[in-house]
């Protein structure tokens, strides 16, 4: 044999394991810190590695947490804020700024192989930014360069709702508002930087939106016998998440590239959730979150039926119950541990705890059909007394006679308590908008009851759900 035989064989041998490196089917989770009873991030990091995950996701690139993963073997990705998308997309130098600040301290002690500009930038109404997210994505990539730092993809989360429609999979299409002058720019720039289309698959919420049509086992990739075939290309799915998936390649695929790779930036399904939602329970949370670490460590790779092989690197949502998370009752009970660090359920995101070796049973599930009936919202118990005063105030100044009958000498007056008036407000605030979108929250100072808070003659207004 020559020196030259070897040559090429050494060459992809190097290719090989760089690309191979670069994808990896350990599953990674997000951490969130949107509450006010999470441990530290050195407590965390040990907590994380308790439960089996080898990659981290952040919402920011907060100092202490990256400190705490200096030297660490986890693999991280960091966000740069909303906020400043419209700036950095302007100014090359606030880029290079943000990369000098964010980055280079930490690199390469921490490992942080993802940078992600912005969080479904394009789910919300746009406050303009839509337009300033690929160019601002361009010039971090750019300000990477310029520290040499070249093991660093770019990307930007999206929502399953950057899509127009994704049933069947094949009809997969980006929205009309976005395809041609965002999503387009943005996939030629994922492909020339050889990144990923990094977007947040929650079958959980599409079942929950359709679970008359839609079986709650084929959602928690648990149905070994309901099976869906895309009548366009005759591809046959088992589970809702190929399927939401495979309409992303399709997308794709519809703007001319094919072949960009796809990593899941959030997975998971609530374990807990208010009266009005349906399906958010530990058992549910607790199945689909070991079948998707199941699927998603297999080798050889699974991949879907689209994509059949391919590795699917995921992020699992999220690490803990968030109690700060504004919105319905799910979003803050997301986690696999509580705020004490105790698990949910048992879990191991490793892939390598058979699930005979689950061993504590799981609480069987009371919700899984829609709650019928009427529901109150009432103020929670131990809230903040001049937060509560707040949002009683601005319960009665929304809508028609709000709080009419909590004046003085009115049926619901009395008891005189401002814990009192307040339940009557968000009552009688929430059976009038939650048609239009309102919610139960006020900043958590609501809960939802089954139980008829009225007394006497006093009558609340209830939300009734047949
Ligand atoms: C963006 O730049 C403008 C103009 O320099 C400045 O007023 C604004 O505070 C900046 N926004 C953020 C979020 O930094
Ligand atoms: C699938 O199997 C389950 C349990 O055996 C059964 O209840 C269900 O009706 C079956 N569904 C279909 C579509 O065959
Ligand atoms: C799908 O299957 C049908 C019936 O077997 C066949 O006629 C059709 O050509 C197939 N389509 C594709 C895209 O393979
Ligand atoms: C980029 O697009 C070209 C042309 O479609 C394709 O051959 C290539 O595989 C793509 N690369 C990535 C990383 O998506
Ligand atoms: C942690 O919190 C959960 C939920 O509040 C509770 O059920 C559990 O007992 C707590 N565990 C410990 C060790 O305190
Ligand atoms: C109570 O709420 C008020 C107004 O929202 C806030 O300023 C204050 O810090 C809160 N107090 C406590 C003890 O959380
Ligand atoms: C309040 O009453 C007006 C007039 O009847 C009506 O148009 C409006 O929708 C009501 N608002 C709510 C929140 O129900």
């Not at 880029?95 to 992600?116: A, C, G, H, M």
């Not at 008359?212 to 149905?223: C, P, T, V």
């Not at 699974?302 to 994509?307: K, L, M």
């Amino acid at each position: 044999m020559t020196v030259m035989d070897f040559v090429p064989l050494f060459i992809f041998a190097l290719v090989v394991s760089v690309c191979s490196a670069e994808i990896s089917s350990k599953v990674g989770i997000n951490w969130g810190g949107l509450g006010n009873n999470l441990p530290s991030p050195t407590r965390s990091v040990e907590l994380i590695k308790s439960i089996g995950a080898k990659q981290i996701k952040i919402y920011n690139a907060d100092p202490d947490i990256l400190n705490a993963l200096k030297n660490t073997d986890f693999v991280v990705s960091i966000m740069v804020p909303n906020e400043i998308i419209a700036n950095i997309s302007k100014s090359q130098y606030l880029s290079d700024r943000w990369v000098q600040t964010n980055v280079v301290p930490f690199y390469p002690e921490v490992k942080i192989r993802y940078l992600l500009v912005g969080n479904e930038i394009l789910t919300n109404p746009d406050l303009g930014t839509w337009y300033n997210l690929v160019p601002a994505m361009r010039r971090i990539k750019s300000s990477l360069k310029t520290h040499k730092i070249h093991k660093v993809k770019v990307g930007t989360p999206s929502a399953m709702n950057v899509l127009e429609s994704s049933f069947p999979p094949s009809s997969g299409t980006f929205r009309s508002d976005i395809s041609a002058p965002i999503m387009k720019p943005m996939l030629q720039f994922l492909n020339r930087t050889k990144s990923f289309f990094f977007v947040d698959v929650y079958p959980y919420f599409a079942w929950a939106d359709n679970s008359k049509d839609i079986n709650l086992d084929y959602a928690l990739l648990e149905s070994t016998n309901v099976t869906y075939t895309d009548p366009v290309t005759n591809l046959t799915y088992t589970n809702l998440f190929d399927q939401m998936l495979d309409a992303i390649v399709f997308a794709m695929k519809r703007l001319g590239y094919p072949d960009i790779r796809i990593f899941i930036a959030e997975t998971g399904w609530p374990n807990n959730g208010d009266l009005d939602q349906i399906g958010a329970n530990i058992y549910n949370a607790a199945t689909y979150n070991r079948n998707i670490v199941k699927k998603l460590t297999t080798k050889p790779a699974i991949g879907t039926p689209a994509r059949p092989g391919s590795v699917i690197p995921s992020f699992i949502f999220a690490l803990y119950n968030e109690n700060q998370k504004p919105g319905p009752g799910t979003e803050r009970h997301f986690g696999l541990l509580y705020p004490n660090g105790s698990q949910v359920y048992e879990i191991d995101l490793s892939g390598k705890t058979p699930e005979s070796e689950y061993t504590k049973p799981l609480p069987a599930p009371t919700n899984n059909e829609p709650y019928k009936g009427k529901i109150w919202c009432v103020a929670g118990k131990g809230a903040n007394k001049t937060a509560l005063g707040d949002a009683l105030s601005y319960a009665c100044s929304q809508g028609n006679k709000t709080c009419e009958q909590i004046k003085p000498g009115k049926s619901c007056f009395k008891p005189d308590s401002l814990v009192w008036h307040a339940s009557y407000s968000f009552s009688s605030y929430w059976a009038q908008f939650k048609k239009l979108g309102g919610t139960c929250y006020f900043n958590g100072l609501a809960t939802q009851t089954a139980k008829d808070p009225s007394f006497g003659h006093c009558k609340f207004p209830s939300v009734s759900l047949l």
